[in-house]
């Protein structure tokens, strides 16, 4: 079973940077699109960033030139390196993973479980 594990969430001040990581575990043979999508209280989720498995990417408008994805294909992880991070970046981040091939079975869309980022003004 293939799931997603995010790590590098906190809380800091506006102005400051985090880097989230989401790792996939599982035999893995290949996946397409990594993403980032992030949602706040009372809002809808939405998505941050998307990186193709041949390094295209694909921002949200409020987050171009603050956030960088990118992707580690032979650890089968995705980054999401956050600078400048406002009061509104507030929310809980998720990753996801699309059209997964692993051993045993292949996934459409598989989502992590969420990591919590705070900015405080």
């Known amino acids: 079973q293939v799931q997603l594990v995010e790590s590098g969430g906190g809380s800091v001040q506006a102005g400051g940077s985090l880097r989230l990581s989401c790792a996939a575990s599982?035999?893995?043979?290949?996946?397409?699109?990594m993403g980032w999508y992030r949602q706040a209280p009372g809002k809808q989720r939405e998505l941050v960033a998307v990186?193709?498995?041949?390094?295209?990417?694909n921002y949200a408008d409020s987050v171009k030139g603050r956030f960088t994805i990118s992707r580690d294909n032979a650890k089968n992880t995705v980054y999401l390196q956050m600078n400048s991070l406002r009061p509104e970046d507030t929310a809980v981040y998720y990753c996801?993973?699309?059209?997964?091939?692993?051993?045993?079975?292949?996934?459409?869309?598989?989502w992590g479980q969420g990591t919590q980022v705070t900015v405080s003004s």
């Open positions: 996801n993973a699309d059209s997964v091939r692993a051993y045993g079975s292949d996934y459409l869309r598989i």
């Open positions: 990186i193709t498995s041949g390094g295209s990417t």
């Open positions: 599982g035999i893995i043979f290949s996946i397409n699109a």
